[in-house]
């Protein structure tokens, strides 16, 4: 029986209306969701959350506490900690770059016309990636091009005698230190192997060694695996440009056939996007009393169609279970990532179907449709007939979509954000340079990750990024982040200017940028290091990533994708906090490299801070400290001193 009785009394659910609003039907329904699920599960255990739990081998499980201070095997805190870890970094890097090989096989299967319906739709981005990796292009016709560029990307995978070619994106200094530390990926599956061996019973039992090892792989992450994810993607369909669209339960139409893309794989919603267009299957719709066909999202698969086709968003993670109770989802079609495996209980309560349609996820009472590429648009207008079909099954009287719903606007590329600050005749990062340096803007945040039953789920993304703005600090985002900021407001140009501080605002209205930038899917974190590494060439702001006076955030993340993000950005010279700590509080020593040594040695380190407010306190600190260590701020004092003098002379 679901109660969503808050650990705190009184403590919204959400601070979204409509999330608050739909728990409340949940209820009434006797529909068990995430927060009753959450709820239920405490006390959550101690062993768990402070990371001594090892089950590593069938000795254990083993439990450090104060009487027994070490596992069976002699393992201690320090070690214990640090292998779980790594194993958290090995999932995570794993499923973003799993992902990114089902892009590159698509790409393959395009250039030798085995593609269906597929295509490249930015031949630009293509060369420009095929001539960075020093694919030849001159004369070439474009799908020979993609086939050598899918074969390079496809040896990223495995071991090489040299590091991934792919971490040459990265400034040659943070190259130079990766090679110098020992933490130069050198192949994204022997990356992820590597842990898993690392980590077995009896392997690496130095948290020191075992740390470095954790970075190396998420490095393989970021700057390889989810790189060549975004890099596949914008080739296949095009890379981002700015598109308005609308976010939150609000966008499921009442008169419409409503089909649910979720998960993270771009390939089959691409399809749905565009043959929600097909005028024989409006039509269809029409013959069943529908007014249309609504493809809308969840998590990063919506991300991906709507920074791309400005398909709208009905939610983040959290929401999924909340949008087939509107009695509204004629199907769901579920992919790879963040999917819970109660869709299909919560499904069953209405009229919805949930189609499951990855080779490697199936959930168990869901349809299952594999996907295969080469039928991807026959299976989409499948899907969406299967969605029409249903229409009339929809129980009018258990209908119930809030009124929420509000604008945003997204698809901020990197290439786009050149050309924006370029305007026609060249394209450069030099106007957003110049504003740090001049200290308009301050320094840039880059908020990403899930929203978290552990608290008042989207506050703290929308609270952080409100203080941060305000104190003129341009903010970056993707993943369920930027959904949680879309639906304060925060993604409309006009309602974050109101609420950015003067200088940043008078920056982003004189170049063409709002203050919230949506980057897009959670792979696209690539953008967000690609980003630092174009303000880092653009010159006048230090040598290395870890000089830049920029920084990360994820306050409400989950996943352990999450982890793997948060440990590259550190492995790339970066600051991040996070809301609520890794599972490592029970080794001091483990919580110290992290938290505190790690500076010393990668110029990143986390830091845990669940209060918003102070967290952005913290943040600009940082900021503020990069920004003297680069005496850009005391550039200014001395040229006002100058200007004074000169006054004073005359
Ligand atoms: Fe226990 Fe060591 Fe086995 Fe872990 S590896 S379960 S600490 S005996
Ligand atoms: S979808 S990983 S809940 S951001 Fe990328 Fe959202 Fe986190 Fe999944």
Redesign the pocket.
């Known amino acids: 029986m679901p109660t969503t009785s808050r650990k705190t009394p009184g403590q919204p659910v959400s601070s979204d209306p409509a999330t608050v609003d739909m728990v409340q039907i949940a209820i009434a329904a006797e529909v068990g969701t995430v927060f009753d699920r959450y709820e239920l599960q405490h006390p959550q255990c101690k062993f768990g959350t402070d990371g001594v739990c ?9 439990r450090i506490t104060p009487r027994a201070q070490l ?5 201690n805190a320090d070690t ?1 900690t640090a292998r779980n870890l790594l194993r958290e970094i090995a999932a995570g890097t794993a499923a973003h770059s799993d992902h990114g090989r089902m892009l590159v096989r698509t790409l393959k299967l395009v250039a030798q016309g085995k593609g269906g319906d597929y295509q490249i739709k930015d031949p630009q981005r293509l060369h420009v990636a095929a001539r960075f990796f020093e694919i030849a292009t001159e004369g070439r016709d474009d799908m020979a091009i993609a086939g050598d560029l899918a074969d390079f990307f496809m040896t990223q995978f495995a071991w090489s005698e040299e590091p991934n070619a792919t971490l040459n994106l990265a400034p040659e200094k943070r190259q130079a230190l990766w090679k110098k530390l020992g933490i130069s990926p050198d192949g994204i599956d022997s990356a992820v192997v590597e842990l898993m061996h690392r980590t077995n ?2 392997v690496d039992h130095d948290y020191r060694h075992l740390i470095m090892g954790g970075l190396k792989c998420s490095l393989a992450d970021g700057w390889v695996g989810s790189a060549i994810a975004t890099t596949v993607s914008d080739i296949l369909f095009g890379t981002p440009k700015p598109v308005r669209s609308r976010v939150n339960l609000g966008v499921l139409a009442g008169d419409k056939v409503n089909i649910i893309v979720h998960g993270h794989e771009p390939t089959l919603s691409e399809m749905l996007a565009v043959a929600s267009g097909n005028e024989e299957l409006l039509e269809y719709a029409r013959s069943k009393g529908a007014a249309g066909i609504n493809v809308a999202g969840i998590c990063c698969t919506a991300n991906e169609v709507l920074m791309r086709h400005g398909l709208p968003i009905v939610g983040n993670f959290l929401q999924q279970e909340l949008a087939i109770l509107t009695g509204a989802v004629e199907v769901m079609v579920v992919d790879v990532q963040c999917v819970m495996p109660s869709l299909a209980q919560v499904a069953k309560c209405f009229h919805t179907k949930l189609v499951s349609t990855s080779e490697i996820a199936h959930t168990a009472e869901a349809e299952q449709i594999t996907f295969n590429v080469r039928k991807g648009y026959e299976q989409a207008c499948d899907l969406i007939r299967k969605a029409i079909d249903n229409f009339g099954n929809r129980d009018k009287d258990r209908v119930h979509i809030p009124n929420e719903s509000m604008e945003l606007v997204a698809g901020f590329s990197n290439e786009t954000i050149f050309q924006m600050l370029g305007g026609t005749f060249r394209s450069t990062f030099r106007p957003l340079n110049d504003a740090i340096i001049d200290g308009r803007i301050r320094g840039i945040v880059g908020i990403v990750g899930c929203s978290n039953p552990k608290v008042v789920a989207d506050q703290s993304h929308v609270k952080l990024t409100e203080e941060l703005i305000k104190r003129n600090v341009l903010v970056l985002q993707t993943g369920c982040s930027a959904i949680a900021c879309a639906k304060a407001g925060l993604l409309t140009p006009e309602a974050a200017l109101a609420k950015a501080g003067a200088s940043l605002r008078e920056v982003c209205e004189a170049v063409g940028i709002p203050p919230v930038l949506h980057m897009g899917s959670c792979v696209d974190n690539s953008r967000i290091l690609m980003a630092a590494t174009n303000l880092l060439a653009e010159g006048g702001l230090g040598e290395d990533l870890s000089d830049l006076p920029v920084a990360g955030a994820a306050p409400e993340w989950m996943s352990e994708k999450a982890v793997a993000i948060g440990h590259y950005f550190v492995a790339s010279g970066m600051y991040v906090v996070l809301g609520h700590p890794l599972y490592v509080e029970g080794s001091r020593n483990v919580h110290d490299l992290l938290c505190g040594e790690m500076e010393n040695i990668t110029g990143g380190r986390f830091e845990w801070e669940p209060d918003p407010a102070i967290a952005a306190d913290k943040l600009l600190a940082h900021i503020e400290r990069k920004r003297d260590a680069l005496h850009i701020n005391a550039q200014k004092e001395r040229k006002l001193y100058d200007m004074k003098s000169r006054r004073e002379l005359q």
Not at 71 to 75: F, H, N, R, S, T
Request: some cysteine; aromatic content about 0%.
């Open positions: 090892c089950r590593l081998c069938h000795m254990g499980p083993c596992g069976i095997c002699g393992a214990i019973m009896g």
